[in-house]
């Protein structure tokens, strides 16, 4: 399911919490985004018909939940990132990182301890 970044923002509240009616929805991504409340109705029309949320009548408004995971979605997106700027290998990934200086010695130590853990067969 593709979800565009306008849309993602919408799931971040809804991940974090549901269900939310329009207005909170509003209220929850109103600090990082200057939209009109009729932008986040127009994103959650989006969302229900690709079936990413659901809407449930409560009174004279809907509560929207989420269907699609987090986790579900980060694993598309971080496939479909991996497939079309590298190939599909996650070596190369780690290549442009550490050529870019954006590895920290944090980052280094995880890495080598995952590496370990696969070695192992975790």
């Known amino acids: 399911m593709a979800i565009s970044e ?4 919408v799931m971040e509240a809804l991940w974090k919490k ?3 009616s329009a207005e909170e929805v509003f209220a929850a991504v109103l600090d990082q985004q200057e939209w009109q409340e009729a932008t986040v109705k127009t994103l ?4 229900l018909k690709k079936g990413a ?3 449930e009548k ?6 929207y939940s989420p269907l699609l995971k ?5 694993q598309s997106e971080s496939k479909g990132f991996l497939d079309r700027m590298f190939d599909g290998r996650i070596a190369p990934l780690v290549a442009h990182f550490s050529q870019q200086k954006k590895l920290s010695r944090q980052d280094i130590a ?4 995952l590496i370990e853990e ?3 067969g975790k």
């Open 6 to 9: 306008a849309e993602s923002v």
């Open 53 to 55: 949320i659901q809407a």
């Open 58 to 63: 409560d009174g004279r408004r809907f509560l």
């Open 18 to 20: 549901h269900p939310l």
């Open 118 to 120: 696969l070695g192992d």
């Open 44 to 47: 959650l029309n989006r969302l």
């Open 110 to 113: 995880e890495l080598k301890r």
């Open 70 to 74: 987090r986790e579900q979605w980060i």
